[in-house]
C-alpha cells in the first residue's frame, strides 16, 4: 500500500473517529430524551408537572411548569378544555384530541405514531388538564436531526478527508518521481551528469533533492577521477613498459656481454623506479582533486616552516644556483605541513632545474594584510607566452625527451591542487630567458 492511501486512510479514519465520538457524546447527553421507555417518561414528566401546578392569588403559576423535557411536551387546557399554554411537537396541533384523565393513548399523525397522556389537576376554584405527548418511537426528533445530518455530512466528510490528504501527500510526494528519474537514470544509463535540481517543492524534498545532487557531484568526481587515473596512467606507462620489455629482450640474447647485461638492468631499474614515482605522484594528485584523503589543516608559523623547507632542501644538480630567503618573520597560517613542504620542493626543485648555471632562485614569504604571499623566482630558461597556462596540465612538459628522474610533468598539477586544497590562488609570470616567478596568494 502506497504511503499516499495509508496516509489518506489514516486522515479519513481519524476524521471518521472524531465523528462517531461526537455522536456518542451528543446521544449520551441528551440520552435520557432519546432513549429509554417513552410511556415511563411520559407519565414521569406529566405527572411531575402536575405536583408542580399551583394556583397563586386566583391565577395560575406557570413558573414550575416544564412545558418541555426529555422529549416530552405538555400542553395545558383549562377545565372546559380551552388551550392556556403548552408546547408543540414539531408543529402538530393535539388540541383536537378529547381529553380523558389518566388515560395514556396511543395515536397516529401522518404516518408516525405519538403516545398522549392527560390529567386533569383539581384545583380549589377551578382545575386544569395537563396533557403531555410523547413520540413512540426510540427515535425522537432530535435523533432524526442527528442521523439525517450524521447520513448527509459524514460521507462529504469523509471523501473531503480522503481527497485531502491524498492531494497534500500527492504533491508532497511529487518530487520524488524526479529523485527516482535522476536515480535511475545514474544507475541504469550511467549518465552521471543528471541532476535533480528541485526548485519547487516541499523544504524537506528540496533538503533531500540537494544532498542527492551532492551525492550525484561526489559520485561523478570519483568515477571521473578513476576515469581520468586509468587513461593517465596506462598512457604514461606505455612508454616505460616498451623500454623495460625491449630491454628485456635484449638482455636475453646470447651474444651480450655481461656489461651489455647489466646495462639492460640499470635500464629497466631506472624505468621501474620512475615507473613509481609517476605512480605514486599521479595518485597523490588523484586523491587531493578528489578528496579522498584526509589531510588535516592546521595553524603553524608558515615562516619558519619555509625557511625550515629551503634549509632541508638538496637540490639533485645545483649548479652554483643559489638560494636566497626572503622570509617575513612570525607569519601565521592554516595548512598541511606535508603538503606544504611537497609544494615548496615542488617549486624549488623545477627552479633548479629550469635555472641557469650560477643563478639565483628567491623564496619568498610575506603578509599583505589578510593574505599571504609565497613565491619562488628564479633567473633561468623561463617559459614561453603560449605555454603559460599549459604548464598546470598533468604530464605536460615543454621538451617531453627529458626523462630524469623527477621529471613526470606532474609536479605543477600538483602544486596547483595542494594550492586549491588551501583555498588559495597560483599564477606565474615568466619571460623566455629572464626567468619565473611562481607567485601564491593564501
Ligand atoms: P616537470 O618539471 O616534472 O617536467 P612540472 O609540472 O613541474 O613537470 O612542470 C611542467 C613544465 O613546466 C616543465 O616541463 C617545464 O617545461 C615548465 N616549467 C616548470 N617550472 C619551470 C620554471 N621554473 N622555469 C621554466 N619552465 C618551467
Known sequence: MSIKLRTSLWFTLMVLLLSVMILVFVLLINGASITGDPTERLVKVVTHNVEDAEFDNGK???????????GVSCVVYN?????????HIQGIEFSDYPLKDGLVRKIEISGKNYLMYDVYVNMEISGIWIRGVVAESWVSGLIDTILILTCILLPCILVLAFGG????????FRPMNKILAAADSISGGGDLSARINLKRGSSEMRRLS???DNMFSRLEKSFEAERQFTSDASHELRTPITVILAQCDRAKRKDKSPEDFINSINIIQEQAQ????????????????HG???????KADLSQFCLACAGEFVPEDPRGIK???????????????????RLIINLLQNGYKYGKENGNLILSLEKDGDKIQLSVKDDGIGIMPEDLNKIWQRFWQEDPSRNDRGSSGLGLAMVKEIVEFHGGTVRVESRRGEGSEFIITL
Open 210 to 212: 540537494r544532498s542527492f
Open 60 to 70: 395560575f403559576d406557570w413558573d414550575d411548569l416544564k412545558l418541555y423535557k426529555n
Open 292 to 298: 579522498t584523503d584526509r589531510y588535516k589543516l592546521k
Open 79 to 87: 377545565k372546559s378544555g380551552e388551550y392556556l399554554k403548552g408546547a
Open 323 to 341: 638560494l636566497t630567503c626572503n622570509v617575513e618573520n612570525g607569519i601565521e597560517a592554516k595548512f598541511n605541513p606535508a603538503l606544504m613542504q
Open 165 to 172: 490528504g491524498w492531494l497534500i501527500s500527492w504533491g508532497a
Open 274 to 289: 620512475g615507473m613509481s614515482e609517476l605512480v605514486q605522484g599521479l595518485l597523490g594528485i588523484t586523491r587531493l582533486q
